[in-house]
C-alpha cells in the first residue's frame, strides 16, 4: 500500500508528543525532525519538505501551543492542515469548454499510464455525465498503444479514431478533430505519444499538437512509482507546456508516495486526479484534505 511507511513514521513522530501532556520545545524539534526525515524518505521532494517544516514551526509558534493544554492534538491538527494545503486544499474540477466539444490532451513518459488513464477518464465522464467522448489514438511510436487504446475502447462501448501508425500525429489530431466536430461529440481526448524520457523531440511534437488542438486541459500523467523522478519529470513537463494539472497513477501500488506531495508544490500544477488500479473504474478525484488524513492514517 502507498504511504505504508510514511503513515507509520509520521504517526510514530506525533505519538511521541501526544502521550505529553504539555510539548516542550525540546520535544517539538525532536518530532519535527522525525517528520522531516519520514518525507525525504518518502520521496518528498527537499525543498518541499524544508518548507513544510518551517511552515509548521511557524504555525506552532504563531498558536502558542507550547506548554498550553491540548497542545499535542493542536500539533497534529497543524500537520494535517499544512498538508491539506501542500496538496492544494480543494480538489480541482476538469476544465470544461463552453461549447462542445472540451478537448483534453494527454501527456507522459511512455509506461506512465496515459492510455489507461484515457480510457478511465472518458469512461467515468460517461457513467456519470453521460458524456460521448472520442478518444483520438495519436501516439504512433509505441506499437501496442493504438491497439490498446482501441481494445479498451470497445470494452467501453467508447468510439476511437485512428489513422494507424504512418501518419503524422498532428495529422491525425487535425482529422480526429473533425471526426468529433462531425459527430457532435462533447469530450475529445488525445492519446500523445510519450518517450523513457524527457527529449526535444517529444516536447516539440506535444507542442504543436497543443497549437493545433488548443485543449481545454492538458493533463500529465506521471507514476508515482518512479519516486523522485515522478516529481522531477513533472517539472520537465510543466517547464515545455502550459499544463492544467496532473494525474497520479499507481498508487494503489508499493509507492512511497512522495510526489503526491510535491507535485503541486514544485509545479504549482494541481493533481486532479489519482490511478488507483488497472482496471477502468480505478480513477478518483483527488481530494487533498482526504489524502492528508489517509497519509496520516
Ligand atoms: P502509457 O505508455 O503512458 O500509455 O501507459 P499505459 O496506459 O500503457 O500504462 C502502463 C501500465 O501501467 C499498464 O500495464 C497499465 O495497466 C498500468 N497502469 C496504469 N495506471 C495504473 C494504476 O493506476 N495502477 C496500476 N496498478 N497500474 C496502472
Redesign the pocket.
Known sequence: MAFENLTDRLSKALKNLTGKGKIHEEDLQASLKEIRLALLEADVSYPTVKKFIAAIKEKAKGAEILDGLNAPQQVVKIVNDELTALMGEEAVPLNKSEKIPTIIMMA??????????VAKLAYKLKREENARPLLIAA?VY?PA?ID?LEVLGKDLDIPVFSEGTDVDPRKIVEDGLAEAKANKNDYVFI?TA?RLQIDEALMNELKDIAKIAEPDEILL?V?AMTGQNATETAEGFANALDLTGVVL?????DTRGGAALSIRDVTGKPIKF?????KPT??DVFYPDRMASRILG
Open positions: 507522459g513518459l511512455q509506461g506512465a499510464g496515459k492510455t489507461t488513464t501516439d509505441r498503444a490498446q492519446d510519450g500523467t507514476d497513477t499507481k498508487l494503489d501500488g489519482v490511478g488507483q488500479g488497472e480505478d480513477l
